[in-house]
């Protein structure tokens, strides 16, 4: 899906274990030639050639996360919608370079932005696009979909301890050695250092969706990659969110589209739900941000020393 994977394992006999890191990887290579927008062969490639005029068979895995996808737009007030594959190409995020287009191509892409314009019928199993046009892009859950699925088939195999990691969605199991949890980096958005906090989760699901990830400068200033399917142009408001869930599949759905919320909004958001936990970075003042911490992640969150002087931290 146009990014790295990475399975890691704590054992005392990495020969032994290969077999299950390996079936990891065969799951997330699987998952890959399903969900990818990154080539013409998998299924999703295939539903935005055919989806459009009738209805399309859709295969079970890629219908079981459309679904949730669509389930996800209606929750978070239409801020997540896997109808911007449009936009996201036309911006150059998706497997293009990067740049600011004509405001009229903008408003063209848009006409065909909408989750309104899919007909998925799940007991079918078929989607149908409502106009010519029409496509979908789901990157912003399938990764969450494919990690938790490399890590079934770990527990599976009887792994106890692991973590695995598609571009920043993880989902842990146990602890690494020493430790009673995993200790997750929260990357700075600014980029003035790697981390600038970390969370300790185990047997959970994280996920983190921030400008650092793409992102094009003009004109004195920088447009991300996270489009806000409400207006066709990059959310603005927030840096970056941090979602911790109960799996992988559940912190992947929710970052980008409280993230498109908006501060406000999203801490709203976070509080109605019992299946998420949020941090939310928010620009400030004089090179100062704010990290927003929900309550229920407060014994669990460290902000590094070093970015004390960078980052102020309050809690909601």
Do not use: C
């Amino acid at each position: 899906m146009g990014t790295y994977a990475r399975v890691t394992l704590v054992t005392p006999d990495s020969e032994a274990t290969w077999p299950s890191a390996r079936d990891a990887q065969d799951e997330l290579r699987h998952v890959d030639s399903l969900m990818s927008n990154w080539t013409a062969t998998s299924e999703v490639a295939r539903l935005n050639r055919e989806a459009w005029p009738g209805p399309t068979r859709v295969e079970p895995e890629v219908a079981r996360v459309l679904g949730r996808a669509i389930e996800v737009h209606h929750l978070s007030d239409g801020a997540q919608d896997i109808t911007v594959e449009p936009l996201v190409r036309l911006w150059g995020f998706l497997g293009g370079k990067p740049h600011v287009p004509a405001e009229d191509d903008v408003r063209a892409a848009f006409q065909h932005v909408g989750t309104s314009k899919l007909r998925f019928d799940a007991a079918a199993g078929t989607l149908q696009f409502a106009e010519r046009g029409v496509q979908i892009d789901l990157g912003g859950i399938a990764k969450g979909y494919a990690v938790d699925q490399a890590a079934e088939r770990l527990i599976q195999r009887g792994v106890r301890d692991g973590l695995v990691d598609v571009s920043g969605n993880m989902r842990a199991l146990g602890h690494p050695p020493g430790a009673e949890a995993w200790r997750i980096g929260i990357r700075d958005p600014r980029d003035r250092m790697p981390y600038f906090a970390r969370l300790q989760i185990t047997q959970q699901g994280v996920s983190t969706s921030g400008k650092y990830e793409q992102f094009v400068a003009a004109d004195g200033r920088t447009y991300g990659h996270i489009l806000d399917p409400r207006t066709g142009r990059p959310a603005e408001g927030l840096l970056s969110v941090t979602v911790v869930s109960r799996d992988a599949l559940t912190s992947d759905a929710w970052d980008t589209g409280l993230f498109v919320l908006g501060l406000d909004a999203a801490r709203r958001k976070a509080l109605e739900r019992d299946d998420i936990d949020v941090v939310l970075v928010a620009p400030g003042r004089d090179g100062m941000d704010t990290v927003w911490v929900e309550h229920s992640l407060k014994d669990r969150f460290t902000i590094l020393e070093s970015a004390r002087s960078t980052f102020h931290v309050e809690y909601f």
